[in-house]
Antibody, heavy 126, light 106 residues
Framework: QVQLVESGGGVVQPGRSLRLSCAAS????????MHWVRQAPGKGLEWVAV????????YYTDSVKGRFTISRDNSKNKLYLQMNSLRAEDTAVYYC???????????????????WGQGTLVTVSS | DIQMTQSPSTLSASVGDRVTITCRAS??????LAWYQQKPGKAPKVLIY???SLESGVPSRFSGSGSGTEFTLTISSLQPDDFATYYC????????FGQGTKVGIK
């Protein structure tokens, strides 16, 4: 069965960095685009970033452009989110999620998310 | 940027009630809309995609309708397991969620 397991969250000071990981299993990871979505405490869902199945295309929400980098290692079935210059407003639970479509132009299929991980909490505080 | 607006933000209902949640897009998104259910401390779960297609394994009491800018999620007979927060999401050319609708017990 499809499983996505995030790790790497924790408490970090403003301006510091953190790298999140998402371990995938139960499907051919290298065939699917993957996303990061976050949820601030008590707030709604916010899409953060997407990476194509082969890592060649990446897109970000404006608030994290230039600070966050999404990447993947298909040989290890892992998705990553490198977060630099962290701010208090980046405090959230971060989820990885799968795009269910494959074989789309540019490798990023504009689709919904069919599987989600359980999330990892990032707290940015001094 | 296309905005997604859900209404109401909260609602109270009883088991057995018919519940309708509305999601409006600021511009047409055709039928590229999904609905998710989220319970406290858990990841969201997709219920409906492409506005009206039921995700595999989701009970048939959930249904979706609409196209263009106005969409609805209907729960035909609310069950105890359905008390949760519901989000709509556009995925036409980007990914944006509505602010959520919390369904509570009356």
């Amino acid at each position: 069965q499809v499983q996505l397991v995030e790790s790497g969250g924790g408490v970090v000071q403003p301006g510091r960095s953190l790298r999140l990981s998402c371990a995938a299993s139960g499907f051919t990871f290298s065939s699917y685009a993957m996303h990061w979505v976050r949820q601030a405490p008590g707030k709604g869902l916010e899409w953060v970033a997407v990476i194509s199945y082969d890592g060649s295309n990446k897109y970000y929400t404006d608030s994290v452009k230039g600070r966050f980098t999404i990447s993947r290692d298909n040989s290890k079935n892992k998705l990553y989110l490198q977060m630099n210059s962290l701010r208090a407003e980046d405090t959230a639970v971060y989820y990885c999620a799968r795009d269910p479509e494959t074989n789309c132009t540019g490798g990023v299929c504009y689709s919904y998310f069919d599987y989600w991980g359980q999330g990892t909490l990032v707290t940015v505080s001094s | 940027d296309i905005q997604m607006t859900q209404s109401p933000s909260t609602l109270s209902a009883s088991v057995g009630d018919r519940v309708t949640i509305t999601c409006r897009a600021s511009q047409s998104i055709s039928s590229w809309l999904a609905w998710y259910q989220q319970k406290p401390g858990k990841a969201p779960k997709v219920l409906i995609y492409k506005a009206s297609s039921l995700e595999s394994g989701v009970p048939s009491r959930f249904s979706g309708s609409g196209s263009g800018t106005e969409f609805t999620l209907t729960i035909s007979s609310l069950q105890p397991d359905d008390f949760a927060t519901y989000y709509c999401q556009r995925y036409d050319s980007w990914w944006t969620f509505g602010q959520g609708t919390k369904v509570g017990i009356k």
